[in-house]
């Protein structure tokens, strides 16, 4: 997928194939199912259209140092695709977040935040966010985490 503008500001915006096995016994999509949806999209987001971008760094190490998420309603199993729809919330010196919406045009299933650190692994320690990422992750900025926004 690509960058999209929506009504909150531009996304990055994934649509997330579901698969029989990602059900659970109660017959929805598993709780632990949803980081793997968030994960391929930040992947498809961080390594892949930022490296198009010119911004390879990201994928020589990125580290999760927190996930929250909240679930909003349950998710079966279809053969269309769920959308997952991605932007940034705050970015510092040495950390970022993302947040993640989980939804198509029926319901809101999740929504996310991911706390993310640039990681130095030859030196196996933190290192800063560089200009190239910092203007990389800028245009996806957005002013709140997505939870804030659906209470």
Avoid at 42 to 58: D, P, S
Avoid at 75 to 101: C, D, K
Avoid at 124 to 136: F, K, Q, V
Wanted: proline content about 6%; charged content about 30%; overall charge negative.
């Amino acid at each position: 997928m690509a960058p999209e503008i929506t009504d909150e500001g531009l996304r990055y915006v994934y649509l997330c194939p579901l698969r029989w096995a990602d059900m659970d016994a109660f017959g929805h999509v598993n709780n632990v199912v949803y980081l793997r949806y968030l994960e391929q999209a930040r992947v498809e987001w961080m390594f892949t259209t930022a490296k198009q971008a010119g911004v390879a760094q990201f994928s020589l190490g990125t580290v999760v140092a927190r996930h929250e998420i909240e679930y909003r309603r349950p998710l079966v199993y279809r053969p269309e695709p769920v959308r997952v729809e991605t932007w940034v919330t705050r970015i510092s010196n040495a950390s970022f977040t993302v947040a993640y919406e989980v939804k198509d045009d029926e319901a809101l299933y999740a929504i996310a935040e991911t706390i993310l650190v640039p990681y130095d692994l030859g030196a196996e320690r933190p290192r800063r966010i560089t200009a190239d990422e910092r203007d990389y992750l800028k245009p996806y900025l957005a002013a709140e985490p997505a939870k804030t926004r659906y209470r």
